[in-house]
């Protein structure tokens, strides 16, 4: 299976070796979103609502490059320092998204680069 590169400037730069996503055959893969407006260099806000937020707009921005969207997400893993972002990721999420809900993981970590409190990845449907 061929597998395509997906890449905006409407979304964080990989600051690594890895892509923004990879699209094969009718899924893409988006790698973990910190809290990064696209071009910044440091974490949006200390603020655990927000920066579920922001990793949201660089999912929706990475899926929408590939032709897909935020709601046609089938897979979210949700990567947290503390149980503040864990208690605001359904509140967050149910703004976000429409039935039936994406599956979901939620798991603790120890802490991030940038002191980021949460890093959001997501597996999206790519057919309409």
């Known amino acids: 299976m061929a597998k395509e590169a997906i890449q905006t400037n409407k979304a964080p730069k990989p600051i690594g070796i890895y892509s923004q996503a990879i699209k094969a055959g009718e899924l893409l893969f ?9 071009n910044a260099t440091e974490i949006i806000s200390n603020d655990p609502v927000e920066q579920i937020y922001q990793c949201f707009e660089n999912l929706k921005n990475i899926s929408e490059a590939a032709g897909s969207s935020l709601n046609q997400a089938v897979k979210i893993n949700v990567y947290c320092a503390d ?9 967050v999420m149910e703004e976000l998204f429409v039935e039936p809900y994406p599956a979901r993981g939620v798991v603790k970590v120890d802490g991030f680069a940038k002191g980021a409190r949460v890093a959001i990845e997501g597996i999206f449907s790519c057919v309409n």
Do not use: R
């Open 83 to 91: 149980s503040k972002v864990a208690n605001n990721i359904n509140l």
């Open 30 to 38: 988006v790698s973990a979103q910190l809290p990064l407006q696209p």
